[in-house]
């Protein structure tokens, strides 16, 4: 089994070629070796100079070491175990040694070539073998969106017989500019992929795994629902948890990835729980939600079933890692309508009785809104309750939000601000803004800026939405960032989500003491929360109200926490003073 990787140096780059060597941590002055469990990983360079240098990963499995272990007595046990394409088809195996052998290169790092390792550098990469029932169809799916450009030979079954035809190998050479990390990262979730099978029993941290290796690019990819599939086997339960942390760490839409959602399952029921007195943060299980008490609702997450026959397709499930939320219906509501009143009860025809979303109950829908979706429909029921019309979407990111808000009328001027200059141009694509019509794009900027700095651009607004935010904020910086939004942009209301730490357990497959994104920097529970939120209510003039997004736990709480901050207005002048100015 091989794979090589070649870089050639640009013309006028003050750097060899060779420092691809500093990159993979791999001298091109030796041949290395690293014992895999099934066999003998080597490293070598066929060819390393200045302008031109490759490293070539060889992988010699050996058969006997790959079954050992499995008894005489288990259903695959055959001669096929021994004699078959492991030894040299680009599989799981390979993507494996990827991981061991280059580590370091694949997590980004490199003391020696900092600069290199964040730099995108020219590219082959060549795989005399790869396993790919689909084709070269299948192989520039996956790899073109990447930025590769894709080149397949087919295998023939046996040169000497041309009219048996090709087998279902190719040789693959990729060719692009990207970051080393990038590259291997690609190949680390994508050459299982291809080949549609794993090596290896398959265990809830395999999601992980993907999340790692993938979360930079899989959630953007057209083929997302697919290559999530075949990585991890059709292995449903863990298809449905891995689509859902991709749309909890809001890197894409949950109906991009295969969901089916609706926001007039939920906003109603999402109103319902909304608490009419300051700070009603609670100190236990219970926030004024039913979803405790529905059906299915459990320490353990329960999930919808779903088909695993169509191979090809994106999944078509996405289960969040929580109880069913009882919904209730609001899509008779139009731009402008009056939002019910904190507390209120819906209409007879809303209770929640009248079709919760679930496999059993919602043919339509199939399952329950993910909880992404009911973090976007918990913040507009929000704004719509404060009145706000000119709103700021503060670390927008790709545009999640920003869809929702564009999408009703009722929001005039809006305004998407984040740090990141990479997530605006996305959300601008995303958003399709070069075809909106005039009228439309006239209602949406987009602005680049940090949100612990102050700006006087995001003066002046009704609302402001922090959704997913401040747990990506250092704690040290928390104080800058009260002052920017809370002190001196100041709007009429704020709205606030972050996650509720104390439901991290419900996830099966999010270890224990580990946040939910690797970028968080911290993870807040209820009471947490609620002292933070009434600290800067206090200091800053507002008055704040809290309540839970998604099913809620009878001990573990809600998935998500929201906060609601309203301006208090000032006490009036009294008639003294008016005489007093008179005068």
């Known amino acids: 089994m091989l794979l090589t990787i070649t870089c050639t140096r640009p013309d006028g780059a ?45 992988l010699e499995v050996d058969p006997i070491r790959l079954v050992r272990g499995r008894s005489r007595g288990t259903p695959d046990f055959s001669l096929g175990q021994y004699v078959n394409d492991r030894p040299y088809a680009a599989s799981s195996l390979l993507s494996v040694a990827i991981g061991a052998v280059f580590r370091t290169a694949l997590h980004g790092q490199c003391k020696a070539r900092p600069e290199l390792a964040l730099a995108a550098l020219p590219l082959r990469i060549e795989l ?5 029932k689909g084709g070269a169809e299948a192989a520039e799916r996956v790899f073109a969106p990447l930025g590769w450009a894709v080149s397949t030979t087919p ?17 693959l050479a990729l060719n692009g500019e990207m970051r080393l990390a990038d590259a291997l990262s690609h190949l680390y979730v994508l050459l299982p992929v291809l080949d549609g099978a794993k090596h290896y029993w398959m265990a809830a941290d395999e999601v992980d795994k993907l999340i790692r290796a993938g979360g930079g690019w899989l959630a953007e990819h057209p ?3 697919w290559i999530t599939r075949r990585y991890l086997a059709r292995r449903q339960s863990l298809v449905r948890t891995a689509l859902a942390r991709l749309a909890e760490i809001d890197e894409t839409d949950p109906d991009e990835l295969g969901a089916v959602e609706d926001y007039a399952e939920f906003g109603n029921a999402m109103r319902d729980n909304v608490s009419d007195s300051p700070l009603d943060a609670p100190a236990s299980g219970s926030n004024g939600s039913d979803a405790a008490g529905s059906p299915g609702s459990s320490a353990t997450p ?7 026959d169509d191979d090809t397709a994106v999944t078509d499930a996405i ?14 509501r139009s731009p402008g309508d009056d939002v019910l009143s904190p507390g209120a009860s819906p209409p007879d025809s809303m209770t929640p009785d009248d079709g919760v979303a679930g496999p059993d109950t919602d043919e339509a829908a199939g399952r329950a809104p993910s909880l992404a979706v009911q973090r976007r429909a918990a913040v507009l029921v929000a704004l719509g309750e404060v009145g706000a019309r000119r709103v700021l979407d503060l670390g927008c990111g790709e545009g999640a939000l920003l869809r929702e808000l564009l999408a009703d009328r009722m929001f005039t001027e809006i305004v998407g601000v984040d740090v990141s200059m990479r997530a605006l141009h996305i959300a601008k694509r995303k958003l399709r803004v070069d075809r909106m019509p005039e009228h439309a794009a006239r209602r949406l900027t987009l602005l680049q800026g940090s949100l612990t700095y102050t700006d006087a651009r995001l003066r002046g607004y009704d609302a402001a939405v922090l959704m997913e935010v401040i747990e990506h904020v250092d704690p040290a910086r928390l104080g800058a960032l009260e002052h920017a939004v809370f002190a001196t942009a100041a709007p009429r209301s704020v709205v606030v989500t972050t996650p509720n730490a104390e439901y991290n357990p419900a996830y099966e497959t999010l270890p224990a003491g580990k946040f939910r994104h690797d970028d968080h920097r911290f993870e807040w529970t209820r009471a947490e929360f609620a002292a933070w939120a009434t600290g800067v209510a206090q200091r800053n003039g507002y008055r704040a109200r809290l309540w839970p997004v998604g099913a809620t736990h009878p001990e573990l709480g809600a998935p998500t926490q929201l906060a609601l901050f309203t301006k208090t207005e000032p006490p009036g002048p009294t008639r003294e003073d008016t005489k007093g100015a008179a005068r």
């Open 155 to 171: 295998i023939p079954l046996d040169p000497a017989f041309p009219e048996w035809g090709d087998s279902h190998y190719l040789r």
């Open 223 to 225: 083929e997302r629902g």
């Open 319 to 332: 289960a969040e890692p929580s109880a069913v939320t009882e919904p209730a219906d609001w899509s008779d």
């Open 302 to 308: 329960t999930h919808s079933s779903a088909s695993t």
């Open 14 to 58: 003050a750097w060899p070629a060779t420092d691809l060597g500093f990159l993979l941590h791999k001298n091109p002055e030796r041949v290395q070796a690293f014992e895999q469990s099934y066999g003998t990983a080597h490293v070598v360079y066929p060819e390393a100079d200045p302008a031109r240098c490759t490293a070539a990963l060889v």
């Open 128 to 132: 005399p073998a790869v396993p790919c």
